[in-house]
Structure formats: C-alpha cells, structure tokens
C-alpha cells in the first residue's frame, strides 16, 4: 500500500512538474514575441516619422520617399499579422530597407543622411555600383550609377532578391521589381545582369554572373534560402500565410535628430 502511494506521488509531482514547465516555456515564448513586437515597433514608428515629415525636391528624392512609403505601409500590414518572433523581425527588416530608402531621398536631396542603418540581408554580398554604366539589353537601355541623377532615379538599397544579389546604387528603372513580386528571374536576366555589371568592382557580379547568381551571404543558394525562409513564416501563421500588405518584395521621427 504504501509503496503505490509513493508511486501516485511521484506521478503527481511529474505531471506538476510538466505543466510548471509547459506554462514556463509558453510564458517565455510570449515575453520573445512581445520583445521582438516591440522592436519592431520601434523602426515602424522611427521609419513612419521619416515618411510622414520628408517632402523630395527631385525625381530621385520623390521617389525614394514613397519607396520608404510603401515600406512603412507593407511594415505596418505586417505588424498587424505578426504572431511569431520571425515575423516580427521580418517586420522590423521590411523597416529597415524603408529607412534605406529615406537616407537615399535625404542623399539625393543634399542634406545628412542620418545615422547608419543594420545591414540588410544579402546587402553586403551584392556590393554596390561602383561607376556610371549604360547598357542596352535585348534592345532596351539601362543605366545605373552610384549617385542619383534625373536619369538614375530608381534606388535600390542592395541585397538578395529571387536567388540573386542586386547591387545597392541608383539604376534608370526598378528592374528588379516583377522578381520582387514573383519571386523568380524572367527570361534574359542573366544577361542583364552579366552586361550590366561584369567587371564592375565592388559588386557581386565583378568577375562574371556566375559568380554572383544564386548565392547569399551564407554561400547557400539564395532561392533554398527564400524558400526555408518562407516555410518557417509560414508555420509560425498557422496557416501557412504571411500578407506582406502589398510590399513588392520585401519600413518621431526617432532617427536621431533627422
């Protein structure tokens, strides 16, 4: 008798033990999530601050403002939905590339850029456009170049899109754009990208496009990456869905005394 009330004992002290530990890690969890939710907020709010008080004076300036824009809407949609740490930090990445975008307006505009930003993913691995260049592919002219001009007035801030690292810099069009919202290259892209930056120091693509297609900054091939990427926001949803609320890719001014 008494030994199988030692046994119901430590039965009872396990399944204590289990459910301290179950509601630990839950809380735990939870205090992860806020954490993250709340830095997020924080470059939401820095970034919105920027967006809200920046008027552009050119072409470049303009459009690089409401490239920051559609970053702090696609953010906020994303911070509505967040319900894991990863979407949280993906939150604060999508402001992060906003606020790229506003220290390329405030470039563009001739006044301090502000203070330096945390790099992008992919950002350094793709490098920056280093020299005016013009090109013509399949009968369509491109330039791009490492200052703004009335012609180069589409900003990239660099980094991995669809597999492949796209140069920080100022090009004539956002050509990188339909793989932004397809999440593929088209057809011809390696060749836009070969005559557009082969031999180009300081970008991925210097020494050729092979040398820069399809790698991140782990050397991992960029579209495996996206894809893990994209199973484990997936998961964190429940079902499977993330809406980016119409960000193409993919934001108090707080930013120091901009």
Known sequence: MTGTVVT???????????????????AERARELEDAKSEARRWVERLGG???NLVGTDDASKQAIADAAERY????????QAASVAQARQVTETAHEGL?????????MGIDPGP???ALPGQQRAGAVSEERDVEVEGHAYSASPKPSQRNSHYYPGGTVAGRPVPQGWYSEPWWRPALVAGAWGIGSALLFS????????VAYADGFSDG????????????????VGADMGDGMGDGGFDGGGFDGGFDGGFGDF
């Open 195 to 202: 005559t557009m930056f082969s031999g180009m120091a300081g």
């Open 116 to 118: 330096e930003l945390p």
């Open 73 to 80: 809407n696609a953010a906020g949609s994303q911070m509505e």
């Open 50 to 52: 920027q967006v809200l």
């Open 8 to 26: 119901i004992v430590v039965l009872a002290l396990i399944v204590v033990g289990a459910v301290w530990l179950v509601r630990q890690r839950t």
């Open 213 to 228: 297609a399809g790698y991140d900054d782990t050397g991992v091939g960029g579209d495996d990456a996206q894809g893990d």
């Open 100 to 108: 790229y975008y506003v220290r390329a307006a405030r470039t563009a």
